[in-house]
């Protein structure tokens, strides 16, 4: 006896981004403030990191909170309800709480109850991640919008006095709606893995230490050198790949927004890919530091709401950080 075939749900023909949010932290932090904690300077930070400020949040504010006013400005923007709804992905490497996750909760904050929920835990590439599973969602017929959110309360797993991180990373909150479309609006991911060198980027203990040693809260570490050669060699490599994928070329690109690591990785990238002149490149690293998976969001949200010209264009985005993961892909923005 042969079963029957199985039932498959028919999608739309393809999937964009269709609205934008952000969420900015009120207390902005300068170099001064910082360089009080590590023995350093306001020219230190600038030349190593192109970082002149970023933004640090309160008490009240949380990954869960930022998520769920960044996404609902989302919502506003691409004109529908949160019961409108099928899925909320949010990508954070930040949330303290490793039971239950952080997305259902932000889905009951803004209404939209009936969605799925579930966080990703990609770190800086987890926004680029979110967007590519949001991206074929919609295009098997899962659901009918997702909502990508990158989040990050950064300050609550940076030790302030460790002069390789403490003037690297900020707060914030940034979201997408992702909803049918008739033509393609997000090209195919590339990405991928490196376990071996996990320990790049890394807590320096874990929190059974804590329990059961009494050890010092866990923060994050990094290797700076080591991490910005990898950055250096790998983004362009995948920013290539997408734009193969995608089947264009850098001329045809409105925008690049990398993850906002680091000034100089943003340099170093843009120039290894030729990029002309009237492509843009996001700097948002500059006023809001690094906010790992909120950055590219982020990012893309400051280069709208300077240049509306830019709405319609494509940009490449490209994600990547401890892990090692990385992922690239072309979009259309919003």
């Known amino acids: 006896m042969t079963a029957d075939a199985l039932r498959t749900q028919e999608g739309a023909p393809a999937a964009r981004i269709i609205g934008i949010g952000t969420y900015r932290p009120a207390r902005l932090v300068g170099n001064d403030e910082i360089s009080t904690h590590i023995d ?14 970023r933004r640090f949040a309160t008490d009240g504010d949380t990954v869960v909170t930022m998520a769920a006013a960044a996404a609902t400005k989302a919502m506003d923007q ?28 932000v889905a009951h904050l803004i ?32 659901v009918g919008h997702v909502l990508v959110i990158g989040s990050e309360k950064m300050t609550d797993i940076v030790d302030r006095t460790d002069r390789q991180t403490a003037f690297i990373f900020g707060d914030g ?18 990405w991928g893995a490196d376990g071996s060198r ?11 230490e804590t329990r059961e040693q009494h050890a010092p809260w866990p923060v994050l570490r990094m290797a700076g050198p080591e991490v910005f050669r990898w950055a ?28 906002q690591a680091n000034a100089r990785i943003v340099d170093v990238a843009a120039r290894a890919l030729k990029l002309p002149p009237h492509v843009v490149v996001a700097k ?51």
């Open 232 to 259: 250096a060699l790998k983004v362009p490599e995948i920013s290539r790949q997408a734009l193969n994928a995608a089947g264009i070329d850098a001329g045809d690109l409105a925008a690049f927004i990398p993850h």
């Open 78 to 105: 691409a004109g529908i309800d949160p019961t409108d709804i099928g899925m909320v992905l949010l990508a954070s490497m930040s949330h303290l709480e490793q039971a239950p996750a952080a997305a259902p909760r």
């Open 173 to 190: 909150a940034g979201a997408v709606v992702v909803g049918p479309a008739g033509t393609p609006g997000i090209g195919p991911v590339v």
């Open 40 to 53: 350093s300077s306001d020219a230190w930070i600038r030349q190593r990191s192109g970082i002149v400020s």
């Open 284 to 334: 948002d690293i500059v006023e809001s530091g690094n906010t790992s998976a909120a950055s590219i969001p982020l990012a893309m949200d400051s280069l709208l709401s300077m240049d509306a010209g830019l709405s319609g264009g494509h940009a490449l985005l490209v994600g990547f950080g401890a892990g090692l993961v990385h992922a690239a892909q072309v979009v259309t923005l919003p």
């Open 111 to 142: 209404g939209a109850d009936a969605a799925a929920a579930t966080d990703i835990g990609a770190a800086c590439a987890g926004f680029c991640y979110a967007l590519a599973l949001a991206d074929s969602l919609v295009r098997s017929g899962s």
């Open 198 to 208: 996990h320990g790049l980027i890394a807590h320096n203990r874990s929190w059974l």
